[in-house]
């Protein structure tokens, strides 16, 4: 027995050194000692990094700290476009308004909720687009054009104020206050599908403009104009033919 408690002290020697040297590491682990050159190779995560895209094919830059964003370059028919719009969504907001004391249509009222929010929201879009860029929101009285819409031929417009395309006009406007029931749902369709079409024409005209519609928001905003309106159009149409229906 004793030459075995012996012949085992070294072992039990050397077990408690390899057990106090995991231990030591462990400890070691748990300080973070290990972890130093790892940290020192990381970049600062407060340290801001400006960094510009490159082109398809091409590598992003990384740019100085003082570098500052820019807006996009504008055209005048850029900025025309918006005031002209904005004063073009604020009759369509009008027009939904006289909705809810006019008609009992469901579907009219439905569509006539969706006009007015959509283009309420776009109003202040535009808005802040000009603001931004140190623009009125309102269009000059002499940029303002007059153009002939399709139901609006042999009327007499001599005395009327200038108007967007498509917008209608005062005799239209009363007329449409006046009526109440189907005669209402009628004028309404006409009318804002007359309203829809002097979008599109605004917004053709825009690109057909040498160096207009370049600026992204501006392009994004006038492309969904497009699309939406002209969607709202088949629906509107749509519903005229259920409204002509005895």
Request: glycine residues 8%.
């Amino acid at each position: 027995m004793k030459c075995f408690y012996l012949s085992g002290k070294p072992k039990l020697r050397s077990r408690m050194q390899v057990a106090t040297l995991r231990s030591g590491l462990l400890v070691a682990m748990g300080l973070g000692l290990f972890s130093l050159p790892i940290c020192a190779q990381q970049a600062d995560p407060f340290t801001p990094v400006v960094v510009q895209p490159g082109a398809p094919g091409q590598p992003t830059r990384t740019l100085p700290l003082s570098t500052r964003a820019t807006l996009s370059p504008r055209s005048a028919a850029d900025v025309k476009f918006m005031q002209g719009m904005i004063m073009h969504h604020a009759q369509a907001v009008e027009m939904t308004a006289l909705i809810e004391s006019r008609t009992q249509n469901k579907e009219l009222r439905l569509l006539g909720a969706r006009i007015s929010h959509s283009q309420s929201e776009e109003i202040k879009f535009m808005q802040r687009w000009l603001e931004t860029r140190e623009e009125s929101t309102s269009l000059p009285m002499q940029d303002m054009k007059r153009t002939s819409m399709p139901g609006m031929s042999g009327m007499d417009m001599s005395s009327q104020p200038m108007l967007m395309p498509g917008m209608l006009t005062p005799r239209q406007m009363q007329a449409l206050k006046e009526a109440k029931g189907k005669e209402f749902d009628r004028l309404f369709l006409t009318g804002m599908i007359q309203h829809h079409n002097g979008a599109l024409i605004m917004v053709k005209d825009l690109f057909d403009t040498a160096g207009a519609g370049q600026d992204a928001e501006l392009f994004n905003f006038a492309t969904d104009v497009d699309s939406g309106q002209r969607a709202e159009i088949r629906i509107m149409q749509t519903m005229l033919g259920a409204v002509a229906r005895p």
